[in-house]
């Protein structure tokens, strides 16, 4: 198969492999970025395999940087883009089934083709847009198949996240997996346990904003990789509700780990408990705990002011879009135009602040000052108080004296 109308992303690091290739060595475009552009979507970066070794290719181009020079890459620095350039090798060890004990540094792309994890992505493409297939990747991408390259056992022993990876294409790309694959990934489901978890995070994240979630729940679930996640040994009841929804899509990470916990009915403390094995940040276990309280008032009842004030628009558009997957009509609009209509969003905008207070009211600093504030920003968005200092000042006074 060749290619005649390349994207600029390849025009631009044509060069690259040109001037690889006037030094007399091999050089293509690797991986992803073929995959995603014989399905037709733009890629977001490039990748670049050649028979150069890094010594070599440091002696090509002037501006380098060692980026992972003992897995043979090297970031070369060119009209302010930056490319990284890797060289064909082959691995072997893999003693805790994630990174090769032995990486070995080869001249033949076969070889470096065959140590990938699936066929869709052991692609090459050269200068002139040829593609390079050696495991029938493309016959797998035309069949909305996903396929281990070679023996798929011996592909997830050598890197176990290779699993987490093969479901969340499931997810993004809508394909089914091939079942030696599917075979393989359960039969070895328990190396994910060696795995950390910020990168089982990482696939689960990508999973879940995949454009078919549940294209990758159901092979989780299937296989039972998903009792080798952190705390969803015990959940498969949860899965199995969100693989039966009519159709299931998240805008966000926070979104469907909201619509998770809201379905296991977890408490404020458990959803916090399991994001925190997950190794989450505080901003996203924020973000899902609002959203979860914002789902369970939404889905029983219309918001009021101080509850949308109090949530805030984006844990009201997470509860929004997924009281809409379990089923009930879609409240976006209504919540908007109500959220607009209020006086103000948070207190910052509250036209007074506690230094106002302390010099016009010639209050002492301290705990009264904070319940004062508190207590005039509710009497804005509830009471509709005017928002201008002087009315403000004028409540402050009238609240200080009951």
């Given at each position: 198969m060749k290619i005649t109308d390349l994207p600029e992303i390849f025009l631009q690091a044509m060069?690259?492999?040109?001037?690889?290739?006037?030094?007399?060595?091999?050089?293509?475009?690797?991986?992803?970025?073929?995959?995603?552009?014989?399905?037709?979507?733009?890629?977001?970066?490039?990748?670049?395999?050649?028979?150069?070794?890094?010594?070599?290719?440091?002696?090509?181009f002037k501006r380098t940087i060692d980026t992972g020079i003992k897995h043979g890459t090297v970031t070369v620095l060119q009209q302010k883009q930056a490319y990284e350039v890797t060289t064909?090798?082959?691995?072997?060890?893999?003693?805790?089934?994630?990174?090769?004990?032995?990486?070995?540094?080869?001249?033949?792309?076969s070889?470096?083709?065959?140590?990938?994890?699936?066929?869709?992505?052991?692609?090459?493409?050269d200068l002139n847009g040829q593609v390079i297939d050696l495991f029938d990747g493309v016959r797998d991408l035309q069949k909305g198949i996903i396929r281990a390259v070679g023996v798929p056992h011996e592909r997830f022993h050598e890197d176990?996240?290779?699993?987490?990876?093969?479901?969340?294409?499931?997810?993004?790309?809508?394909?089914?997996?091939?079942?030696?694959?599917l075979k393989a990934i359960a039969e070895n489901a328990a190396l994910l346990k060696h795995i950390a978890v910020e990168r089982i995070h990482e696939?689960?994240?990508?999973?879940?904003?995949g454009s078919y979630p549940q294209n990758g729940l159901r092979p989780l679930v299937v296989t039972e990789l998903y009792r080798y996640c952190p705390g969803f040994n015990g959940q498969v009841a949860v899965l199995q509700?969100?693989?039966?929804?009519?159709r299931l899509k998240f805008n966000s990470?926070?979104?469907?780990?909201?619509?998770?916990?809201?379905?296991?009915?977890?408490?404020?403390?458990?959803?916090?408990?399991?994001?925190r094995a997950w190794k989450s940040s505080n901003d996203l276990i924020k973000s899902v705990i609002v959203a979860m309280q914002a789902t369970k008032l939404l889905e029983n009842s219309s918001l009021g002011e101080w509850q949308?004030?109090?949530?805030?628009?984006?844990?009201?558009?997470i509860a929004c879009e997924n009281v809409t997957l379990l089923g009930k009509k879609n409240p976006m609009i209504e919540m908007q135009q109500k959220y607009q209509k209020l006086p103000i969003n948070n207190i910052k905008e509250l036209a007074i602040n506690g230094g106002t207070l302390i010099t016009e009211l010639n209050l002492t600093p301290g705990p009264q000052v904070g319940q004062l504030l508190a207590d005039l920003e509710k009497a804005v968005v509830i009471d509709h108080l005017s928002n201008v200092k002087e009315d403000l000042l004028q409540q402050a006074k009238i609240i200080i004296k009951k």
């Open positions: 060069p690259i492999l040109k001037k690889i290739q006037q030094a007399g060595f091999e050089a293509y475009f690797v991986g992803g970025c073929v995959r995603d552009l014989l399905l037709g979507k733009k890629p977001h970066d490039v990748d670049i395999a050649t028979s150069a070794y890094p010594a070599e290719i440091k002696q090509i064909f090798r082959t691995e072997s060890g893999y003693q805790d089934f994630r990174r090769p004990d032995h990486v070995t540094f080869v001249r033949s792309l070889y470096d083709l065959q140590r990938r994890d699936l066929t869709i992505n052991a692609l090459a493409m176990a996240l290779r699993m987490m990876r093969t479901v969340r294409f499931a997810s993004q790309l809508s394909f089914v997996i091939e079942q030696q694959t696939e689960w994240q990508k999973l879940l904003l509700k969100m693989i039966s929804l009519p990470v926070a979104g469907g780990w909201c619509l998770f916990g809201y379905l296991a009915q977890f408490t404020t403390g458990e959803m916090t408990e399991l994001l949308m004030y109090s949530l805030g628009w984006k844990a009201i558009q």
